[in-house]
């Protein structure tokens, strides 16, 4: 799995590539923690890279957008490629974040 981060405008640009999994979601989770703990309240995160998503990948997802909801920030998530789409439709994810096609779509909201 590789992370990048990046300034996007008014928010912080997280690009994920590869597979979010038991081996490796703390390797997600702890810079994406620091960035909140950092101030950092506006997150897109670029899933265009994505391939593959573990339950305990689903987990971190729900910890970080907990955490952006009680610190009033902004989690939201982009390009998700069909088949993690599928995933976050079957277990109901859809509902819970903010999911657009692209990143310039989900700044406009």
């Known amino acids: 799995m590789n992370l990048q ?54 987990r971190v997802f729900l910890i970080i957008q907990k955490k952006m909801k009680a610190d009033k920030g902004n989690f939201i998530l982009c390009s998700l490629q069909p088949g993690i789409k599928e995933i976050f439709d079957i277990s109901g994810f859809s509902t819970i974040f903010p999911i657009f096609p692209d990143k310039e779509s989900a700044i406009m909201g």
């Open 5 to 58: 981060i990046t300034p996007f405008q008014e928010y912080t640009l997280v690009s994920v590539e590869g597979r979010i999994d038991t081996t490796n979601f703390s390797e997600f989770e702890k810079p994406i923690m620091t960035l909140i703990e950092g101030g950092c309240s506006k997150i897109i995160l670029d899933c265009s890279g994505l391939n593959y998503i573990s339950s305990s990948g689903l």
